[in-house]
């Protein structure tokens, strides 16, 4: 079993900041691909920023010179830090990770539960 839980969220006024934390635990050999999706309310899920176990990165062009992830493999945690905030932002943002387990080969996909940023005008 894997466990992702996210933390970090909140309500801010536009032009501020946040940063999401999203830790993994549990039986878990290795851990790939890291990233942040977000999810407005009647909209598509979508993805916000991804980073490899190298430590490449890619964003959404929505939030690019905005927000930056990062990770620290040591931890099995994957950050989101989120600058000049807009109400556009304003999601319930999930961490996704790929993971190997103890004793399996191959990569599957897990999912947090999700935490609330909401931004206000």
């Known amino acids: 079993q894997v466990q992702l839980v996210e933390s970090g969220g909140g309500l801010v006024q536009a032009g501020g900041s946040l940063r999401l934390s999203c830790a993994a635990s549990?039986?878990?050999?290795?851990?790939?691909?890291m990233a942040w999706y977000r999810q407005a309310p009647g909209k598509q899920r979508e993805l916000v920023a991804v980073?490899?176990?190298?430590?490449?990165?890619n964003y959404a062009d929505s939030v690019k010179g905005r927000f930056t992830i990062s990770r620290d493999n040591a931890k099995n945690t994957v950050y989101l830090q989120m600058n000049s905030l807009k109400p556009e932002d304003t999601a319930v943002y999930y961490c996704?990770?790929?993971?190997?387990?103890?004793?399996?080969?191959?990569?599957?996909?897990?999912w947090g539960q999700g935490t609330q940023v909401t931004v206000s005008s």
């Open positions: 996704n990770a790929e993971v190997v387990q103890w004793g399996d080969q191959k990569r599957s996909g897990y």
């Open positions: 549990g039986n878990i050999f290795s851990i790939h691909a």
């Open positions: 980073i490899t176990r190298g430590g490449s990165t």
